[in-house]
C-alpha cells in the first residue's frame, strides 16, 4: 500500500498529524501496535491539564493557543466534549518553584502571561487562602490564577482525531506494530509485523517507544520513567472540589527540584474521588517491561505527602491508580525534527505535551508537507543537542 505520509504511533500526536494530514488533502495510512486510545502508553487516566500561560518557557505559548482553537474546532465537528475551562491556579511555596525544566515555573508562567495578554491574576497567600479555602495555605504562598485553564479529555481527543482522520480518507490500521522504517531515495518502506508500507515521508510519533525505531539515538537523550495517577475519596469534602468550583492546580511546594504535585476537580461526582499525582523519576523503564501495578504504598505516600496537610477533607482511601508512562528528555523540552531527510520525530511529552498536542499535529502536517511550520518549531529542535543529532543522522534508521 502507498501514501504520502506514515505516521507511526497514533497516540495524542499521531491521532492529531493524521487528522491534519487528512485535513489538507494528503493520502496518509497511520499505523498503531495497538487500538488507540489505550492505557499502555502516555495517553490515558481521564483528564490533562491545559493552561495557557506556560511555566515550562514561552516558546510553548504558540502550541498552546492554537490548541485551544482546534480542540474547539473539533467539538464543534464532532459533538464531542474535549476542553473543559475550571481556571487554573498555579501555587508557589516560598521556597523556590523549580519544575520541568524551569528554575521559576510561577515567574516564568506569569511572564509568558504578560507576553501574550493572557488574562490572569496574581495572588498572595491571604488572597489564595480566602478565594479557595479547600487548599491549606502556610502563609508564604504566591500564585497565579488562570481563566482559561482547565483539561482536556485526552482519551476522547485521540478518538475523535482519529475519527476525523478515517473519515477525510485515511487509513488506519490498529494492532499492527512497525518493526522498523527504511528509507531510500525515493521515500520510506514501513515494515510492520503484518506487511509493509511506502510513502513519501514517515512521521514517528511513538510515544514511549520511540526508542525502539531509533534504536541509533544516544543513549540518554529519550528516558522512559513509569508515573502513577490516583483518584482519592472525596465525598467529605465534595462540594470544595466539584467541577465548576474548584480549578485545576500545580503546587510547586519549594523543597527541592520538582518537588510539586497536582491536581483536577472532582469530575467524577460525589463517588469518584479527585484525581491527584506528582512525579517520581527515580529509575527508567522500557514500556513492555514498565511495572503496571500500584502497591498499596505508592497512594499512601504521596498522600501523606501532599495531600494531607493541603487538601481539605480529602480521604486517604485510594479509590484507583492508573499507570502511565513519560518520555524525558534531559531538560523536559520536546524533540520535533527531521532526524533524517525523510523521517520526522515528533517525542512531546517529558509530562506536560498533551496540552499542545492538536497544534503540535498541525506543524508536523505543515513540516512534512510544505518543509515550514506557521509556529517556530526551532526551540524543540534536535540541534538543541547537537553531537547526538550529527550521530542521528549520519545512521540509518531502523
Ligand atoms: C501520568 C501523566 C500525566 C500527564 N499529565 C499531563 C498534563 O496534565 N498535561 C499535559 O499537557 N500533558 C500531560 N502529560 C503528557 C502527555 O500525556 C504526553 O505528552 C502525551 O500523551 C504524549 O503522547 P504521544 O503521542 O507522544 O504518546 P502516546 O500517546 O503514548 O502514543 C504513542 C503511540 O505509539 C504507538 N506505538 C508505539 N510503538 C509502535 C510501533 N512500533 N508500531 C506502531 N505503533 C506504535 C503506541 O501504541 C501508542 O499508541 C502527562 C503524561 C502522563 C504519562
Not at 368 to 375: D, M, N, V
Request: negative net charge.
Amino acid at each position: 500500500m502507498n501514501a504520502d505520509l506514515i505516521v507511526v504511533g497514533l497516540g495524542a500526536m499521531g491521532s492529531a498529524a493524521c487528522f491534519q494530514l487528512a485535513k489538507r488533502g494528503a493520502g496518509v495510512i497511520g499505523i498503531d501496535r495497538y487500538s488507540p486510545p489505550h492505557t499502555l502508553g502516555s495517553t490515558h487516566g481521564e483528564t490533562r491539564i491545559t493552561r495557557q500561560a506556560i511555566g515550562e518557557g514561552e516558546h510553548f505559548v504558540p502550541f498552546a493557543l492554537r490548541s485551544y482553537e482546534i480542540w474547539r474546532e473539533i467539538e464543534a465537528e464532532t459533538g464531542e466534549d474535549l476542553l473543559t475551562v475550571t481556571g487554573g491556579l498555579i501555587i508557589a511555596g516560598a521556597s523556590g518553584h523549580s519544575l520541568h525544566g524551569s528554575s521559576d515555573f510561577l515567574q516564568t508562567t506569569i511572564d509568558a502571561a504578560v507576553k501574550y495578554g493572557i488574562t490572569h491574576r496574581i495572588l498572595d497567600a491571604a488572597e489564595i487562602a480566602s478565594e479557595f479555602p479547600q487548599f491549606t495555605i502556610d502563609g508564604g504562598e504566591q500564585a497565579y490564577y488562570e481563566d482559561a485553564a482547565g483539561f482536556l479529555r485526552p482519551e476522547a481527543c485521540v478518538a475523535a482525531q482519529l475519527g476525523m482522520a478515517e473519515k477525510l480518507g485515511a487509513t488506519l490500521r490498529r494492532n499492527e506494530r512497525v518493526v522498523r522504517i527504511e528509507e531510500d531515495g525515493n521515500g520510506v518502506k514501513v515494515v510492520t509485523d503484518r506487511g509493509s508500507y511506502t510513502a513519501g515521508r514517515a512521521i514517528v510519533s511513538a510515544g514511549p517507544w520511540v526508542n525502539e525505531l531509533m534504536p541509533d539515538a544516544p543513549a540518554g537523550l529519550l528516558k522512559v520513567y513509569r508515573q502513577v495517577l490516583h483518584w482519592f475519596d472525596v465525598s467529605d469534602a465534595y462540594e470544595s472540589f466539584a467541577l465548576g468550583r474548584s480549578p485545576i492546580f500545580v503546587w510547586a511546594c519549594g523543597r527541592g527540584e520538582d518537588d510539586f504535585f497536582y491536581g483536577f476537580p472532582a469530575i467524577g461526582g460525589r463517588d469518584g474521588g479527585i484525581k491527584i499525582a506528582t512525579e517520581t523519576f527515580r529509575e527508567t523503564t522500557v514500556p513492555d517491561e514498565a511495572d503496571r501495578t500500584v502497591s498499596a504504598e505508592e497512594p499512601a505516600g504521596l498522600f501523606s505527602r501532599y495531600v494531607s496537610a493541603r487538601l481539605k477533607g480529602v480521604g486517604e482511601k485510594c479509590l484507583k491508580s492508573a499507570v502511565c508512562l513519560y518520555t524525558m528528555t534531559p531538560n523536559s523540552n520536546f524533540v520535533i525534527d527531521r532526524i533524517s531527510e525523510k523521517v520526522i520525530v515528533a517525542s512531546p511529552c517529558s509530562g506536560h505535551g498533551f496540552k499542545h498536542s492538536a497544534a503540535i499535529g498541525e506543524s508536523l502536517a505543515e513540516l512534512s508537507l510544505i518543509a515550514r511550520t506557521t509556529i517556530d518549531i526551532s526551540p524543540f529542535s534536535l540541534t538543541r543537542f547537537s553531537d547526538q543529532k550529527k550521530r542521528l543522522s549520519e545512521k540509518s534508521i531502523r
